[in-house]
């Protein structure tokens, strides 16, 4: 019975090796996707793989017969082949499609994510000194469980005590410890460096911004999302919305809030310099700003206010600044062609232009391929 089981586990893991065998040759398709999103939980994905072939029983060939009733072994059933009583059609002969629905861990779609397109690993930047739970069992106290009582240290203070009293016997030198004797091993808290870091998702939510922009938006920010948290233990994400004027928001509106008023970028840049200011010293945190748009802004005065707090404000303190532009029928495309203009030669800021899904995976390369 033993090794039957073994055997079951063996191809259960077999099976879950094709299957992400599978993902990894179809993960082109899954980055310009939004099939992952909806399927999200918080350290798994459940992800669709069509196509895989399933295991099931395989029976011999069968030349016909009856179970029971009149006839000789071996007579063919009355009947016709394809067909049922009473049904408005016949019975189809082909195989149906399969849709098996994986469970992949977060940390193994990153993975996956980064042999895919090449990423990097990250080398964070700041003071990575934010306390994490950790410690040894090297500390010493007078009370505990008796599974962590020392029993060396205990005896050691019943001697020492029998001893300075005169109660030992050198004929027959017996120890016994009392409760006061008794000492336990206990968790020496230790810090444990680990880098902290941050993300400001901001996007565009005027009228030009349709539902189709938006949901690229969401499948790139799924993927920043998964990358970054396998580089960084602790993890924050903001979410800011802006037209004319901008505000902080929680995932759900930041992905579905739709205004119609006009386009102010400026306003974004100025809410994430403030929480940057007030709640995230780069000391602390390793800052990544990512702004959505269609390329509109309200004029050219606040484009050149967008570059100047761009250039002095917010590369100074973050690790990478970076700009998505989704092609759009009402946007101009203007505000990127001003960026790559103003910092032609700066690292530090990447901007990408995404015309349709498949252009998807090229701009997250852009903005993580610099392992900032």
């Known amino acids: 019975?033993?090794?039957?089981?073994?055997?079951?586990?063996?191809?259960?893991?077999?099976?879950?090796?094709?299957?992400?065998?599978?993902?990894r040759e179809d993960l082109q398709r899954y980055l310009a996707s939004s099939e992952l999103i909806g399927k999200r939980g918080d350290r798994v994905v459940s992800v669709p793989v069509p196509s895989v072939e399933l295991p099931r029983f395989r029976f011999g060939s069968n030349d016909g017969g009856v179970g029971q009733g009149p006839g000789e072994v071996g007579d063919a059933a009355d009947g016709r082949d394809g067909e049922a009583d009473g049904g408005a059609g016949g019975a189809g002969e082909q195989e149906g499609t399969h849709i098996l629905e994986a469970e992949v861990e977060l940390e193994e779609l990153a993975s996956m994510l980064g042999e895919e397109l090449g990423l990097p690993n990250i080398l964070?930047?700041?003071?990575d000194e934010l306390d994490a739970s950790g410690g040894q069992w090297s500390g010493i106290r007078g009370q505990g469980p008796q599974s962590l009582r020392h029993f060396r240290r205990t005896f050691r203070r019943a001697l020492v005590r029998t001893i300075a009293a005169g109660e030992l016997d050198l004929e027959r030198p017996v120890v016994t410890p009392i409760r006061e004797d008794h000492l336990y091993r206990a968790l020496k808290p230790k810090p444990r460096p680990e880098s902290s870091a941050v993300i400001m998702h901001m996007m565009d939510v005027s009228g030009s911004m349709g539902r189709e922009q938006k949901d690229i938006v969401r499948i790139e920010a799924f993927w920043i999302d998964t990358w970054l948290r396998s580089q960084y233990r602790n993890l924050e994400v903001v979410?800011?919305?802006?037209?004319?004027?901008?505000?902080?928001?929680?995932?759900?509106?930041?992905?579905?809030?739709?205004e119609s008023g006009g386009t102010k970028i400026s306003s974004a840049y100025e809410l994430c310099l403030d929480l940057i200011k007030e709640r995230y010293h780069p000391d602390d945190f390793n800052i990544y700003p990512f702004h959505y748009s269609d390329g509109d802004n309200w004029s050219a005065r606040d484009t050149d206010r967008c570059v100047s707090l761009v250039r002095d404000?917010?590369?100074?303190?973050?690790?990478?600044?970076?700009?998505?532009?989704v092609k759009s029928a009402y946007g101009s495309g203007q505000f990127k062609k001003d960026l790559d203009t103003a910092f032609p030669e700066e690292t530090a800021l990447v901007t990408a232009g995404v015309d349709d899904r498949s252009g998807i995976p090229r701009a997250i390369k852009a903005f993580l391929g610099q392992g900032r």
Do not use: S, W
């Open 313 to 325: 404000e917010l590369l100074p303190r973050v690790n990478q600044f970076c700009y998505g532009q």
């Open 124 to 127: 964070p930047r700041g003071r």
């Open 1 to 23: 019975m033993g090794g039957q089981i073994y055997r079951i586990d063996r191809d259960r893991a077999r099976f879950k090796e094709v299957v992400r065998g599978r993902i």
């Open 239 to 258: 979410y800011i919305v802006h037209d004319a004027a901008a505000k902080v928001v929680d995932k759900d509106t930041f992905f579905h809030l739709r």
